[in-house]
C-alpha cells in the first residue's frame, strides 16, 4: 500500500511517498521558495536527485509539480496517482476539536478555514494542499494529522494563560502546544525499546530542531509542554525568542518605534540562537563559532542550555517524577554537547550520564549508566511513519 504524506509549510512543501508495509521511503521531496523567486522541486529517490527549476506561486502549483515529479517517465517512482491509496496530511492546528487524526471530509476543512486565524502561516497553506490534492486524485481518502492534537490532553491548569478568562472563552487563547506528532512518536518508541507499557512511564520529551519543544508525558498522555498559543513560546529556537516578558512587545512598538509586522519578524525570524549570536540558526555553526572563541556564540549556547534545563525541571516536578529523558529532531540526536549540557543538574535524580555512549548521532541509544536511576535515551523521530500509520488506521 503506497500513502502519500504531504506537509505544506508556510513557503514550502514536503512530502514522501511511503510503501506502509515496509515502512520505508519509495520518494522523498521538498519543494522550497514557494511564492518567491528561484522556487524549485527537489525528489530524491534512492539517494538519487531530481531537481526542477519551475514558477511555484503557491502550493496549488507546488503540489501540480510533486504530482509530474512523482509520475516523471523518467525520474518518477509511479505511473499514476491511482497507485496511491490514500494522503496522509500534516495539518498545523487542529484548534480544540481535533484530539486525534480524522479522515478529511467538508465539515473538517470548514473546522480548518474557520481556525485559520489560529495559524495563520500554515492552515491556510494545509487547506489549499488538502484541496488540491482532493482534485487530482478524488478518489483517494485523506486524513488529517495534527501537530496539536496529542496535546489535547493537557489539564486548564497547564492550558489556560493568566489573563482574563474571557480570553479563552471568547478568542480560544490558551495554550495548544506543537510537535504532538513527535513527541507521540519517540514515547511510544522509547516503550517498545524499553519493553515497557508506555502507560507506566514518565517520560520528557526534548523535541530540539530548528523549532523545539519539551514535553512531558505520563499514563501515555501529554501532561504539559513548552510551546503555546503559538509555536513561538517556550524554549529560544533557531530563530524564534520562546518565553519573553510580553511587555517587551509594546516597548518595542512605543518606544523602538518598530510597526506590529516588525515585531513579529524579529520575533519569530531574528531571534532565538540566532538573535543571541549574531552568527546563523543553524547549531552546527553554531558550535563551531564557539568553539573557536565567539564570545556571542559561546553565550547562544549558554542561554538554549540553560532555558531546556529549567524546562525539564519544571516538566519533572509537575509530573511528580521522572523515568526517562528522550532528545530527539536535528540538535537532539546529533549534538552530545547539547545533550550533555542539559542533563548537567539532573545528578541529584540520580540520573548518571555515559559521556561514551552520549557520542551517538542519529540513532535510536540509551546514553546514560546501567545504574543511572533516570534514563536517557536519543531517539530519532520519524513524523512522516507516524503521519502514514494514522492514515492507514483511520482509512
Ligand atoms: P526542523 O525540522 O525544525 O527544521 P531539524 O529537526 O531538521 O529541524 O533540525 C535542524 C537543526 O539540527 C539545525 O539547526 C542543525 O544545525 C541541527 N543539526 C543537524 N546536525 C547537527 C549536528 N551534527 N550537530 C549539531 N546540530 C545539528
Known amino acids: 500500500m503506497k500513502i502519500l504524506i504531504i506537509n505544506c509549510g508556510s513557503s514550502s512543501l514536503k512530502y514522501r511517498l511511503m510503501n506502509i508495509e515496509t515502512e520505508e521511503a519509495i520518494a522523498d521531496g521538498l519543494v522550497e521558495r514557494i511564492g518567491l523567486d528561484a522556487s524549485r522541486l527537489v525528489q530524491k529517490v534512492n539517494g538519487e536527485k531530481y531537481i526542477v527549476d519551475a514558477e511555484i506561486k503557491d502550493h496549488n502549483d ?16 509511479i505511473e499514476d496517482m491511482t497507485e496511491i491509496t490514500a494522503v496522509g496530511h500534516r495539518v498545523v492546528h487542529g484548534g480544540e476539536k481535533y484530539n486525534e487524526s480524522v479522515l478529511i471530509d467538508e465539515s473538517v476543512i470548514d473546522y480548518l478555514t474557520e ?20 482534485k487530482h486524485m478524488p478518489n483517494v481518502p485523506m486524513v488529517a494529522v495534527f501537530d496539536t492534537a496529542f496535546h489535547q490532553t493537557l489539564k486548564p491548569e497547564s492550558f489556560i494563560y493568566a489573563i482574563d478568562y474571557n480570553l479563552y472563552k471568547n478568542n480560544k487563547i ?14 511510544n518508541k522509547l516503550a517498545e525499546v524499553l519493553g515497557k507499557d508506555l502507560k507506566d512511564l514518565k517520560i520528557v520529551s526534548c523535541h530540539l530542531g530548528n523549532g523545539a519543544s519539551l514535553a512531558a508525558i505520563k499514563d501515555g498522555k501529554s501532561m504539559d509542554t513548552t510551546m503555546g498559543f503559538t509555536p513561538l513560546a517556550g524554549v529560544p529556537m533557531g530563530t524564534r525568542c520562546g518565553n519573553i516578558d510580553p511587555s517587551i512587545i509594546p516597548f518595542l512598538i512605543t518606544d523602538c518605534g518598530y510597526k506590529m509586522e516588525e515585531v513579529s519578524d524579529i520575533l519569530n525570524k ?21 568553539e573557536n572563541g565567539n564570545e556571542r556564540a559561546k553565550l547562544a549556547l549558554d542561554i538554549f542550555h540553560y532555558r531546556i534545563r529549567a524546562e525539564i525541571g519544571a516538566l519533572i516536578a509537575n509530573m511528580g517524577g521522572v523515568d526517562a529523558i528522550i532528545f530527539t529532531a536535528g540538535v537532539g540526536e546529533n549534538s552530545p554537547e547539547t545533550r550533555e549540557e542539559c542533563l548537567k543538574g539532573f545528578e541529584f535524580l540520580g540520573l548518571e550520564l555515559d559521556k561514551e555512549k552520549n557520542k551517538v548521532r542519529g540513532k535510536i541509544a540509551e546514553i546514560t549508566t546501567e545504574e543511572s536511576k533516570v534514563k536517557a535515551f536519543v531517539i530519532p523521530t520519524n513524523e512522516e511513519l507516524m503521519i502514514a500509520k494514522d492514515t492507514k488506521k483511520l482509512i
Open 115 to 134: 481556525i485559520s486565524n489560529l495559524a495563520p502561516l500554515h492552515n491556510p497553506a494545509n487547506i489549499i494542499g488538502i484541496k488540491s490534492c482532493q
Open 270 to 290: 531574528k531571534s532565538g540562537v540566532l538573535g543571541i549570536s549574531g552568527v546563523s540558526s543553524d547549531f552546527r555553526d553554531i558550535e563551531e563559532a564557539a
Open 62 to 77: 507546488a503540489i501540480n509539480e510533486v504530482i509530474k515529479a512523482l509520475t516523471d517517465k523518467t525520474h518518477g517512482v
Open 174 to 187: 490558551r495554550k495548544y502546544g506543537f510537535h504532538g506528532t513527535s513527541h507521540k512518536y519517540v514515547s
